[in-house]
């Protein structure tokens, strides 16, 4: 059976997914995607630590060797990628009963688990498999279940949510097919390992290659949300379900950037890079995004928006450390990968549990909260000081690696700037942390804490925020062997 553990990360949540439309009852597939989803999270535990102890595994779809089938291949890099993923959506799927029942119509909850289930199979397959094009399958399978998720939302406007998404999502994509069938042209495969062997024997000024990346880059910058292609990301999040949100938001955007880490290191390499200054038009943009997203943050009412142009921000911080273009900056990004997963789906569910006992998430009318509701008000600073980078926090791991990164490479001039970014999540932190402690309750006074099944999992990902800023052992460790792998150039 552990042979065959790469695949079965995907196929378990992909066959799982029509028995809930098949038994068509809510609580029947929650119990599914509850399961599910802590099978795959067992998996991904079991291959991240077979490929620390024995290396690289590739899994042969029929037995085909690559580059002539399917390969999926699991490293360091992706298995530490398929580890967030599922563990977010074990803990979501244990968080989202009651907050799903409670914003979703009773009629379509089994729809919800349906597409859940779906999104997490995409996820996991576009981490997992070693095939460029198998890569556009899953990322496709991912997308159509989102905008599916993100229409349910009670409010109208969820539906023009998903639609703008969906046509922003089609345009990321047609980038990416084009970017890819510009690499076949040129090489004849599609499998990853291969496209390296082979592009490396081609003359880096071919335009065809450079044409071929700069499509690629422009696709999945749009998929991650990266400045100023972001613009369906805020409507997303704030009109999408509760649960919804709080997955994409630490799943969807980190996947996108494993895979343009992919395409970036593992197909082209470091050198091209280099050579075509690519990391400093991302260096450019991360920064104006860190600013913008922030400084647009702070003047929200709905607290959704605030957290979602917050994500444009450190989308920002995580391509930032890309752009560095050193073993330093590139582990700070990949383990801000994981904590920002952590910090922002801490505030997401805090959020959640707001939605489900107020109603709503507007500052304006939630005045004095923090007594009302002080456990889950509690997370939601903890969250914040994450966010802001106070150190024994997961934040402040990745501000310090950001940091080091840019005075290895010499900028300092960065180094300050991610400094004063910070002093902006402070400002919007500090707006709901005034309006839920110091204000007097008022109408909402007799409302108490949400169930006990959703502040268990929200305190779950909030410790977590306190123990990985403490013991970074696996965090910024894997992440380190992680970035050593892609410098080195290795597929």
């Known amino acids: 059976m552990s042979a065959h553990l790469p695949i079965l990360q995907i196929l378990i949540p992909l066959m799982a997914a029509p028995f809930c439309v098949v038994l068509r009852h809510r609580d029947i597939a929650w119990f599914i995607s509850l399961v599910v989803s ?3 999270f067992a998996v991904s535990i079991m291959l991240l630590d077979r490929v620390l102890v024995e290396g690289v595994i590739s899994y042969y779809m029929g037995d085909w060797p690559a580059p002539w089938g399917i390969e999926f291949r699991i490293d ?6 398929l580890l967030i993923v599922s563990a977010i959506g074990a803990i979501v799927s244990l968080y989202g009963r009651h907050s799903v029942n409670k914003e979703i119509p009773k009629g379509q909850v089994y729809l919800f688990y349906t597409a859940f289930l779906l999104c997490l ?3 996991l397959g576009m981490a997992a498999t070693g095939d460029a094009f198998n890569l556009f399958v899953f990322l496709e399978i991912s997308s159509l279940s989102t905008y599916a998720m993100i ?9 023009t949510a998903a639609y703008q998404y969906l046509i922003m999502g089609t345009l990321g994509a047609t980038f990416y097919v084009i970017g890819l069938g510009l690499l076949y042209m040129m090489t004849g495969t599609l ?5 390296h062997d082979k592009l490396v024997q081609l003359d880096d000024s071919i335009r065809t290659l450079k ?7 422009v696709g999945l910058s749009l998929k991650l949300a990266l400045f100023p292609l972001h613009l369906w990301l805020p409507n997303a999040y704030t009109y999408a379900p509760s649960t919804v949100t709080a997955f994409l938001a630490a799943t969807a955007t980190k996947v996108a950037v494993y895979v343009m880490l992919r395409v970036f290191f593992s197909i082209f390499g470091i050198d091209m890079f280099e050579e075509i200054g690519l990391g400093d038009v991302i260096m450019v943009l991360a920064i104006v995004g860190m600013f913008t997203a922030s400084t647009v943050a702070i003047f929200q009412n709905n607290l959704k928006r605030m957290l979602a142009y917050s994500s444009v921000a450190q989308i920002g911080y995580i391509m930032l450390g890309v752009s560095f273009l050193n073993a330093t900056g590139l582990s700070a990004g990949l383990v801000h990968l994981l904590n920002h997963a952590i910090m922002k789906s801490t505030c997401f569910l805090a959020l959640g549990c707001v939605m489900y006992r107020m109603g709503t998430v507007r500052l304006s009318e939630l005045g004095g909260v923090g007594k009302t509701m002080p456990w889950t008000m509690g997370a939601f600073v903890i969250g914040g000081l994450s966010l802001i980078g106070v150190p024994l926090t997961v934040g402040f791991i990745s501000k310090w690696q950001l940091i080091s990164a840019a005075f290895q490479a010499d900028l300092m001039p960065v180094a300050f700037l991610i400094l004063l970014s910070s002093l902006l999540a402070v400002v919007y932190i500090w707006r709901v942390v005034e309006v839920a402690y110091f204000r007097t309750p008022t109408h909402h006074a007799g409302f108490k804490e949400a169930p006990l099944s959703m502040l268990i999992p929200l305190w779950i990902m909030a410790g977590a925020s306190i123990y990985f800023g403490i013991d970074t052992d696996m965090s910024l460790g894997v992440a380190q062997i992680a970035a050593d792998m892609l410098i080195g150039g290795t597929p």
Do not use: E, Q
């Open 76 to 81: 360091v890099v992706n298995a530490y990628i």
């Open 151 to 159: 229409s349910l939302g009670k409010d109208r406007r969820a539906l």
């Open 191 to 195: 499998n990853i390992v291969d496209l």
């Open 211 to 217: 044409a071929a990346l700069a499509f690629l880059t």
């Open 38 to 40: 802590l099978l795959c």
């Open 121 to 123: 199979t995409g996820l």
